[in-house]
C-alpha cells in the first residue's frame, strides 16, 4: 500500500535560542489512503512518510499515531509500530476499522544560517476490515420427457436431488432452492418437444458446516469457498457424463434424458452479517466483503450494508441499528 504526496502550507514563527533560530511549520494538508485488512490478519505496515520524504535525509524525525478511538497507539499490544514510524496493525478485527493517522515531525536544518526549521506532516489512512464473499452457484440444466403431465417428472427430479446431494455430501454442501417446470419446445423441423428445466442452488452450508470450519483457524470463508467449488466442478462431471452414457451406454434412450450442452451456472455471492459489498466507496476493493461503516448495518447474508433509518450506529460492523 503506497502512501501519498502531501500538499505543503507553511505558518512560520520565530524563535531565537542561544545561537540557533527555530522556525516551525505545520503542515495539516493530508490525502487519505484506503487500506483493506482482511479480518482476523495482520495489516501491511502503514508508513508515516510519503514516497518523495522516504528519498530524502529526515533529521530527528518523531512520530504520533492515533488510532480511530482518538488515543495514541504508542505500547498498545495489537500494535507493532516501528522506530521509523512504521505501523502494524494485528489480528485485524471488525472493531478496529476507521482513521489511522500518523504526524511526522522533523527538522529542516538551512546550511548556511544553521536555523532549524520545526517541520509536522500528517498522513491520514481509512484502514477496513473485509472478508472474502460466500461463494454459492446457481445451476440450470434440461432433460428431455415424453409429456409435461407424465407421473415420473416429479418422481425423476426428486431422485436427482438425491443423487446430486450424494455427491457433495463430504464436502457439507447441499442442493437448495430447488424446482422444475415442464415447457413445450417447437424446434425448426421438429415436432412438438417436452423438456424439463431444472434449476438448483449449491450451497456450502450443509448441516455440520460449522463443525468442519472449527478445524480451521481464524475464518472460514476460504475453506468454505473451496468446497463449494469442488461440489460445483463434481456436478458439472456428473452432467458431462450423461452426454457419454446417451452416446455409448444405451443402447434405448431413456424417457427421461439430459439435453446435451445445457448445463450452465450463475455465480452467486453473499457477505456475512456486518459486512457487504460497495464497488462504489470501495472500488479498490469491489469483490470484497468490506465491514459496514457507522450509519450502516447487515443483518443477515445479503450482499450491501443497508442504511439505519435513524442513524443511532457509531461502530463498525453492526448487524441491527
Known sequence: FATWALKQQNLTSQQQVGALHFTSFTLFSCITVNVYVKVFTNSPFLVCMDLARSREEVID?????????????????????????????????ASMS?????????????????????????????????????HAYHVFVRFTTRECELAANGQFFEELKKILNNIISDLTCHII??????????????????????????????????????????????????????????IGEFFNKQTYALKHEFQTVPTI?????????????????????NDITHKNCASCCVVCEPGTYSPNNEVTCQICTRPRVKKYGARSC
Open 61 to 93: 524525525p518523531t512520530y504520533l499515531w492515533i488510532g480511530p478511538d482518538g488515543k495514541n497507539l504508542e505500547g498498545q499490544m495489537y500494535v507493532n509500530l516501528t522506530e521509523t514510524g512504521k505501523l502494524m496493525v494485528m489480528g485485524f478485527k
Open 98 to 134: 476507521g482513521a489511522y493517522t500518523c504526524t511526522l515531525s522533523h527538522k529542516i536544518i538551512e546550511t548556511t544560517t544553521q536555523e532549524e526549521r520545526v517541520v509536522f506532516e500528517a498522513y491520514k489512512f481509512m484502514v477496513y476490515a473485509y472478508r472474502e464473499a460466500d
Open 177 to 234: 432452492e430447488s424446482s422444475y417446470k415442464c415447457h413445450s419446445i417447437k424446434r425448426p423441423k421438429q415436432g412438438l418437444l417436452h423438456e424439463l428445466f431444472v434449476s438448483f442452488q449449491v450451497n456450502p452450508f450443509a448441516p455440520g458446516w460449522e463443525e468442519v470450519c472449527h478445524q480451521v483457524p481464524y475464518d472460514c470463508e476460504d475453506a468454505t469457498n473451496m468446497r463449494v467449488q469442488e461440489a460445483r466442478e463434481r
Open 257 to 277: 434424458h439430459y439435453v446435451d450442452n445445457s448445463f450452465s451456472v450463475t455465480h452467486i455471492d453473499s457477505c456475512r452479517p456486518g459486512f457487504g459489498k
